[in-house]
């Protein structure tokens, strides 16, 4: 297998040195073991990832509001072949970022204070949309076309909207999804996509948007009415459905499966104590990790979204400098302490 860490040998596959200080050429991945990856520290970082086929892209907001970003080369599902810092680099002060991958194409999705957002698909020319990210997860790739979809609020009609995105650059209008809301987060579910919604009220929905982002449907609330927040969602499988997130009042973590026909299932409880959660499925599980008591934790879960193999990865810097991806059928956490953290999940 090809291996480039070596501190002369990364050169040549164009990217900057990976921070690991004893010179390995040979950096394994093993099982649920962090990784540290690059410098890179912040004291309120909002990050997001995505991933497709052997890569990984990674964004964060740093200290000065600009962006930090990597990408990361796999070798097989235990190795990394290449880090490059600074992938996704975009001049500006951001209020956060999302990132959505396909095989062919990565969407940066950067938030602005005047309640815009700047798109960016390849690198390409940075396209202004009035419908402003409000999470890490507002955008996701849709198997489309449009390639993305994007959650936010509209700043233009007063609506949390979503629009789709395409790898060529192509925007389409905004869909209103319902009132203003304090957090969106973009998924999959069967035969479509959906917009996870925390109105200001606490009160937590999935809304209903079809693959072609042009029509939304009816919402359907999850979790307790004004005791639920921080929601998120991930997709399973066309026979399982999709799986929802979010952080109750009580403190806990709380799973609730969206059936394919779109009926909830029983909501269970990942963990008594934890905030931020993020969702990541492979055939083996779908992966939750969630911050508590300043540590990054991680819980598989099976098909009904009982818990099972619990993971406490390290210290974590904020509860928002994480996530979970999934890369084949492997998890990875990501994350931000002293350094950017990667880990294999394994049950």
Request: charged content about 15%.
């Amino acid at each position: 297998m090809h291996r480039c860490l070596a501190v002369l040998g990364l050169a040549a596959c164009g990217g900057h040195p990976l921070d690991l200080g004893d010179g390995a050429s040979d950096v394994g991945l093993a099982c649920n073991q962090p990784q540290k990856l690059l410098a890179a520290t912040a004291s309120i970082p909002r990050l997001a990832a995505a991933a497709a086929g052997s890569h990984l892209a990674v964004g964060w907001t740093a200290d000065d509001a600009t962006l930090g970003s990597a990408r990361i080369a796999l070798d097989g599902a235990d190795h990394i072949a290449a880090v490059e810092r600074d992938a996704f680099a975009t001049p500006g002060n951001w209020t956060g970022v999302s990132i959505a991958m396909t095989d062919a194409a990565t969407l940066v999705a950067l938030g602005r204070q005047d309640g815009h957002s700047t798109l960016v698909v390849n690198g390409g020319t940075p396209i202004d949309t009035t419908v402003q990210i409000l999470a890490p997860g507002a955008a996701v790739a849709t198997g489309g076309p449009p390639d993305f979809m994007v959650a936010g609020d509209d700043s233009a009609n007063g609506m949390a909207s979503v629009i789709g995105v395409g790898a060529d650059g192509s925007v389409t209008a905004p869909v209103s999804i319902g009132s203003i809301a304090a957090r969106l987060v973009a998924t999959r579910i069967k035969d479509g996509l959906a917009a996870v919604d925390v109105l200001n009220s606490n009160t937590c929905e999935i809304v209903p948007v079809d693959s072609a982002v042009t029509r939304s449907g009816v919402a359907i609330m999850f979790g307790t009415k004004q005791k639920c927040t921080q929601g998120a969602g991930t997709f399973v499988d066309a026979m399982t459905g999709t799986l929802l997130v979010h952080h109750d009042d009580s403190g806990a973590v709380i799973a609730t499966p969206m059936k394919p026909d779109r009926t909830l299932g029983a909501a269970a409880t990942v963990a008594p104590a934890g905030t931020e959660p993020r969702a990541a499925a492979t055939t083996t599980g779908t992966w939750v990790t969630y911050s508590a008591s300043g540590m990054l934790e991680a819980v598989l879960l099976d098909a009904t979204g009982a818990p099972g193999k619990h993971v406490t990865l390290g210290p974590i810097g904020d509860a928002t400098s994480q996530t979970v991806v999934t890369a084949g059928d492997t998890a990875y956490a990501l994350w931000l302490d002293t350094d950017l953290e990667l880990a294999r999940l394994c049950n």
